[in-house]
């Protein structure tokens, strides 16, 4: 089955079922004294994936190695969301055909949002006859089959659904931290941004039932887990397609309860960020005070034409209304270099960052994803100017990220401690605010929340010790 941009497109009024994934024992073997290596792209959703792929593949008797050398079994999870992501796994598959032509017995596959993309398989298909299987976003669970297929039949095996499916539950999951853990709440997006391919590759919107949900992050309690972040790509708009008056403010209060000691969210949509979440986060101290509020554009000019449905004044005003959470801190995304942006559309979004002050923020060039309305825009700024306004945009965003975490310095913060620090002696973890703080201390506080006292403060990061 190849994927097809004009279903993906569609939003069918099928209703979603939850369905549980079971085990089929028949594939139990197949992976036996074999093992295998996956490389991950992209965002957190894709990261959470390759952890139940992980789990999926262990299942059938593989196990994990780190090198792809030392691998039986190669899958790339794919990011579909920019230019730079496409040509970093072509790059990547012209490595992994080297080792294939040495051991002809490898098995290689691509899944993930570039193996829901039409053109990207026709050229899979044409030039990259020798990867074995491919399968997408909305097939996951169903990899033991897809992989005995394609050994048994021993040729080229596209098995990509254009148009999601059910929920499934239970899939297994290889998490790969013993102290924080994704949670996903929903999938797909119904925004249609008119530069964004998410709600192409990843489907309709469909939420998690808050059961399946809270029933997840109570055993994630019991085993011990600190942190949870409850993933979507717009998490805002949960419960909005089930009939149960249920909705994200909700959901939050609910985790919040379960006594796990930090719960964030990521990625929010302006529009529909409700008071009742913003209560919700002033009132649980383990709701993060920490917002990811992706801006894209500061000119409402481009906002229309990049169909956001929300103005420069209306961000303004519920970033106001967020900033009277104590101590949050909030960063965003931005777009450069959307067809038509002039210099003062471009100014527009320096206001919004001068008045913002943001704590961080992810910033790209406009890139034309195939198939999304934004491709067939007229786009006559050249990428000299493009360079150009991000590197003014990031010289703003680093400035100001250095401003906040100046206010860090002689304060005692509390720090998830989650791994080794690059620097000797120390280990790294994060603040409920999201700040990366290298701590001097033991081992032994590993998985452990901390109180720390910040003595160095940079750019993109804080240095501090413990204090009892
Ligand atoms: N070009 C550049 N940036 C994009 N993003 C999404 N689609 C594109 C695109 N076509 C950015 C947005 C989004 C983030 C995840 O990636 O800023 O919030
Ligand atoms: Fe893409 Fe986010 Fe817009 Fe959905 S809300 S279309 S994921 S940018």
Known sequence: MLPNLNEARKRTNNIVNTI?????S??????VGKKYYIKTYGCQMNVHDSENIKAL????GFSEVYRMEDADLILLNTCAIRENAHNKVFGFLGRVKHLKEEKTSIITGI???MAQ???VVNEIKDKYKWVDIVFGTHNISELPKILSDSIKNNKQAIEVLSVEGDIVEDIPVKRDSNYKAWVNIMYGCDKFCTYCIVPYTRGKQRSRSPKDIINEVKNLVKDGYSEVT???QNVNAYGKDLSLNYYMGDLLKDVAETGIPRVRFVTSHPWDFTDDMIDIIKKYDNVMPYIHLPLQSGSNRILKLMGRRYTKESYLELFNKLKTIPNVSITTDIIVGFPGETEEDFNETLDVVNTCKYDSAFTFIFSPRIGTPAAKMKDDISLEIKNERLQRLNDLVNKYANINNQKYLGKTVSVLIEDKSNKEGYLMGYT???KLVNVKCDQKYLGKIVNVKITDVKTWSLTGEIVK
């Open 111 to 113: 899944c993930g949002c």
């Open 20 to 24: 549980k994934y079971v085990k089929d």
């Open 230 to 232: 409850l993933l979507g």
């Open 57 to 60: 593949l262990e299942e059938m």
């Open 117 to 119: 993309e039409e053109s």
């Open 432 to 434: 409920d605010t999201m």
């Open 26 to 31: 028949k594939y139990s073997n197949i992976g």
